[in-house]
């Protein structure tokens, strides 16, 4: 499929549990983010990639990490998922000719 | 990034046309006005940007006034399918950078029959 994908769509995991959630996307966009989204709060960036192998910190990437080996994927990992990482998740890709950020459609993720 | 204020709901009979206002009052020369939408359980998705002249697309207008602290966004035709958080964003507009979006609280648009 074309465009930007991200899966799973909806997660339930337990306290302490590892989990990755995926992002793919076909454009060979070099920049990639996640960004997180609560009640209250708004989007709250994560984590972005400028390129293959290189991330950078956003606004809010404690618990989390991310990796970049092949341009269209960018996953997200929650090494030991707490309850506050309870969101959801939007990843979005832009490439280096336009201003605008294409996002994906989401993961709900539920940590019990 | 400058900070942007934005109503916090508003209303819009369908089928008339929706101005959405911002303001940016501390908005820097080089920096550029986006406008984002979210429509319910949906990933945002980008309408328009501009940096000092009014802009348009298939989706909506722009209008920057002219000391640039303020602007609008016009839905020429509000449908249902407008109904949404529509978000303000300043910033640099380089392409060359990561040009980090930070969205705030928007203005949630209400489209009415």
């Known amino acids: 499929d074309a465009g930007i994908t991200q899966s799973p769509r909806y997660k339930i995991t337990e306290t302490g549990r590892q989990v990755t959630l995926m992002c793919h996307q076909t454009?060979?966009?070099?920049?990639m983010f996640w960004y997180r989204q609560d009640l209250g709060h708004g989007l709250r960036l994560i984590y972005y990639?400028?390129?293959?192998?290189?991330?950078d910190k956003g606004e809010v990437p404690d618990g989390y990490v991310v990796s970049r080996s092949k341009t269209e994927n960018f996953p997200l990992t929650l090494e030991s998922a707490t309850r506050s990482q309870t969101s959801v998740y939007f990843c979005?890709?832009?490439?280096?000719?336009?201003?605008?950020?294409?996002f994906g459609p989401g993961t709900r993720l539920t940590v019990t | 990034d400058a900070k942007t204020t934005q109503p916090p709901s508003m209303d819009c009979a369908e089928g008339r046309a929706a101005n959405l206002p911002c303001n940016h009052s501390?908005?820097?020369?080089?920096?550029?006005v986006y406008w984002y939408r979210q429509i319910h359980s949906q990933g945002p998705q980008y309408i328009i940007h501009?940096?000092?002249n009014n802009e348009t697309n298939e989706m909506a207008s722009l209008i920057i006034t002219e000391d640039r602290k303020s602007s609008t966004l016009i839905l020429p035709h509000a449908t249902l399918r407008d109904t949404a958080v529509y978000y303000c964003?300043?910033?640099?507009?380089?392409?060359?950078?990561?040009?980090?979006?930070?969205f705030g609280t928007g203005t949630r648009l209400q489209v009415t029959l």
């Open positions: 979005a890709s832009r490439g280096t000719s336009g201003y605008e950020q294409y």
């Open positions: 454009w060979s966009h070099s920049y």
């Open positions: 990639s400028a390129a293959a192998d290189i991330t």
């Open positions: 501390t908005i820097s020369g080089n920096e550029y």
């Open positions: 501009g940096l000092k």
């Open positions: 964003i300043v910033r640099v507009g380089d392409t060359g950078t990561a040009s980090k979006l930070t």
